[in-house]
């Protein structure tokens, strides 16, 4: 049991510390860490909780890591697991807060620019991965290109929320 912890928070504070740029960025390192690395579960299994995370409250990767930790060892695993995804960010914040003024240039702009872009590559990826899994056929390909192509033309005007469930409503009467 607390081989497997230790192994939780390991395997979190990785996810923790590449999990820049928001919660896309997270789920191809989830995906890394919990399947291919641990093999903890299986893709389908991910899918599945990152599914239940992007569902609920707060951010992906503290949601994944609070179900996956108390999937795997209770609620002392959820607490662990939890802890160990923010723990990168906050000692980052601590150890940088007091240098943040200091390193305000033009060389700090080009670095975070560089960094946009390994961030866009992630969230691709994290598309390319889930997609693959979501998407079973032509009629899935429709729902999700149309879906997307609502988004654009509306220029995201529309809440999210609504067009998961306008999709869900389309699958309903499809399937």
Avoid: C
Wanted: proline share 3%; charged share 10%.
């Amino acid at each position: 049991m607390t081989q497997l912890l230790i192994r939780l928070f390991i395997s979190f504070v990785f996810i923790g510390l590449g999990s820049y740029g928001g919660g896309l960025v997270a789920i191809p390192l989830i995906q890394h860490e919990l399947v291919v690395n641990q093999r903890w579960m299986s893709f389908e299994e991910m899918s599945t909780i990152i599914a239940i995370a992007q569902m609920t409250p707060g951010p992906i990767a503290i949601n994944a890591a609070t179900f996956t930790g108390f999937r795997l060892s209770g609620v002392m695993g959820a607490a662990v697991a939890t802890l160990a995804v923010i723990f990168p960010s906050m000692l980052l914040y601590a150890l940088a807060l007091p240098f943040v003024e200091k390193f305000k240039n033009n060389s700090l702009k080009k670095a975070f620019h560089g960094l946009q872009a390994g961030v866009l590559s992630l969230i691709l990826f994290a598309v390319w991965s889930y997609g693959s899994t979501a998407i079973k056929g032509w009629t899935d390909l429709l729902i999700a290109g149309g879906a997307f192509l609502f988004l654009v033309s509306t220029e995201g005007k529309v809440h999210p929320v609504l067009v998961i469930f306008i999709s869900g409503a389309i699958g309903a009467v499809i399937f």
